[in-house]
């Protein structure tokens, strides 16, 4: 076990792919340079983002290779090892730690709505017989919960189960977990999936996250790390306000991860056709959607303009962050937590 703790964003990357629908070795590599260029402190194949299940186990295990391989230790990967059952996902453990993975994210179980009792005997299963260091990955929109108690109770009785991935959201979660395991763990991590409250998870006491949107625009959530955690909130807010905007038009306006894909097209990474086949209906949204995000990156310096333009003005709710802000800085002081 590492005694570094996990920090700072890890992209979810997306696969491109071929004109076949296979994997683009190339276009991966090329991908993973682009990427650590810009400043992301690790990179997190195999997760939601990079459609997992739309794989085959084969193939998540050549997306490891290839991503490793070109990440040559650069930045640590926190390599996606769920499979459909606690076998083949310890499997996924020894091969992937054979390859240098810094850890692997496990998913709750999923399909079965699970217990906590059996969310906690998987997990320690897993635990017991990794030869690598294990992130929790809850996200309940897709799979069995993982609540607080359970989090707690793997944390002190699993030292191989080190940090914790959380999708759900939800700040007061997040805030009840750092509450009932760091002074137990100091080095457990924490790292929020959820773009729109990434500066709000920081705050409250988040070690980083794995976001969508670094995966498109590194170089905003790079900074937007940056200028939280050194204190400078006038300058993070306003950073969060434009990522809001963005992940939103990307995760709102099309089949997951569809805008994502075509966002990342725009700024000139060939991703090809995702694999999950679009109705027309959805062709033509995912034309407008394109349009839109080509407004927004562009606002930002990314790209040009669409042939159509652009609208003038911005329609974001700015006090919303602020208020979600407000709140966690309240509820912080309330319990006594650091926001170190």
Not at 227 to 239: K, S
């Amino acid at each position: 076990m590492s005694s570094t703790r996990l920090s700072g964003i890890f992209t979810p990357n997306i696969v491109p792919l071929d004109a076949q629908g296979d994997i683009n070795e190339t276009e991966t590599r090329r991908y993973v340079d682009w990427l650590i260029e810009r400043g992301v402190h690790g990179l997190y194949p195999n997760g939601s983002t990079g459609e997992f299940t739309r794989f085959t186990v084969e193939e998540r295990r050549r997306i490891i290779e290839i991503v490793t391989d070109q990440a040559a230790g650069r930045v640590p990967v926190l390599a996606g090892a769920a499979e459909a059952n606690v076998r083949e996902t310890i499997k996924a453990c020894e091969h992937y730690h054979g390859l240098g993975a810094r850890a692997v994210a496990i998913v709750s179980p999923f399909y079965y709505k699970l217990s906590p009792p059996a969310v906690y005997a998987y997990f320690k299963e897993i635990a017991d017989h990794s030869p690598i260091d294990v992130t929790l990955y809850n996200i309940p929109l897709f799979a069995s919960p993982i609540d607080v108690p359970t989090v707690q109770r793997l944390a002190e009785e699993c030292p191989r189960i080190v940090a914790i991935k959380d999708s759900s959201g939800d700040i007061p979660h997040m805030l009840r977990m750092i509450a009932a395991v760091r002074p137990l763990r100091p080095e457990f991590a924490f790292l929020t999936g959820w773009d729109a409250a990434l500066m709000p998870m920081l705050l409250s006491g988040c070690d980083g996250g794995t976001n969508a949107t670094s995966g498109v625009v590194p170089e905003i959530t790079r900074k937007l790390f940056d200028l939280t955690i050194a204190g400078q909130l006038e300058e993070a807010r306003d950073l969060q306000f434009r990522l809001l905007k963005l992940f939103d038009a990307m995760i709102y306006n099309s089949e997951f991860p569809e805008g994502f894909r075509a966002a990342l097209k725009l700024r000139g990474i060939e991703t090809g056709e995702g694999r999950q086949p679009q109705a027309p209906s959805q062709q033509i949204d995912l034309q407008t959607l394109t349009d839109e995000l080509q407004c927004l990156l562009a606002a930002e310096g990314f790209t040009g303009e669409p042939v159509c333009g652009c609208p003038v003005g911005e329609d974001f709710d700015a006090e919303e962050i602020s208020r979600i802000v407000q709140k966690v800085v309240g509820e912080l002081k309330r319990q006594g937590i650091s926001e170190a």
